[in-house]
């Protein structure tokens, strides 16, 4: 078993251990950490995405989102087999415009828009563990590093995560992107 494998296995028993109110408590903490952020102030098309086995819960964010007028999108998978995702941007209101698609994630559909992936100002990345350098360990897919490729050179690219996902240092391989920054509930830290 590689390193990657056991740090994924150790968290994840961790966090969906986590008690609901914990979760709540530590989601709400995240979601007014990023609600106060400069970089979300002056992001107008976002990539967001819709919990799964733990993850921080961001949706408290979504209504506020649409309601100031930004472009909410979330990932959709396009090809299970070959790790490829696709972001669409969903109408207000986002909850009418989801339902649950591969791995049994809510994702984008009904009244949805394919989005450009090079257009987006900012991508919040959810992760199994991140490091202190913003490295990201996924579930194993690798969903997320052929994504991240096709990000623009001005697409901030932040993770979402309780602080005890965060790590010092996490196994990289050369296909491995790092990220611009962490969010937990102890609040934003850009790189
Ligand atoms: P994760 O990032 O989900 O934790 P890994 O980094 O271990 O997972 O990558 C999972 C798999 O995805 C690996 O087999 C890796 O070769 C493949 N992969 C990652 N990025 C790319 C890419 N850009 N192109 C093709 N395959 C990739
Ligand atoms: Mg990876």
Not at 43 to 48: H, K
Not at 99 to 107: C, D, R, S, T
Not at 140 to 154: A, N, P, Q, S, V
Request: glycine residues 8%.
């Amino acid at each position: 078993m590689t390193d990657k494998h056991h740090i994924r296995k150790a968290v994840l028993v961790k966090r969906e251990g986590l008690p609901c109110e914990k979760q709540a408590l530590f989601s709400s903490r995240v979601v007014e950490a990023l609600r106060q952020s400069e970089v979300l102030a002056r992001s107008t098309s976002i990539l967001a995405y819709l919990p799964f086995r733990g993850e921080v819960d961001l949706s408290l964010l979504f209504d506020w989102l649409q309601d100031q007028g930004k472009k909410l999108a979330f990932p959709k998978i396009i090809d299970k087999a070959n790790g490829y995702m696709e972001p669409y941007f969903v109408d207000t209101p986002w909850r009418n415009n989801v339902k649950p698609g591969a791995f049994n994630i809510l994702e984008p559909e009904g009244d949805i828009r394919v989005a450009n992936p090079a257009l987006l100002d900012l991508v919040f990345v959810p992760g199994v563990a991140f490091d202190s350098e913003s490295y990201r360990l996924g579930f194993g897919g690798g969903f997320y590093d052929r994504f991240l490729l096709r990000l623009g050179t001005h697409t901030l690219k932040v993770g979402i995560a309780y602080q005890f996902q965060v790590m010092a240092q996490i196994p990289r391989d050369p296909h491995d992107i790092a990220l611009d920054g962490v969010c937990t509930e102890r609040g934003l830290f850009l790189k």
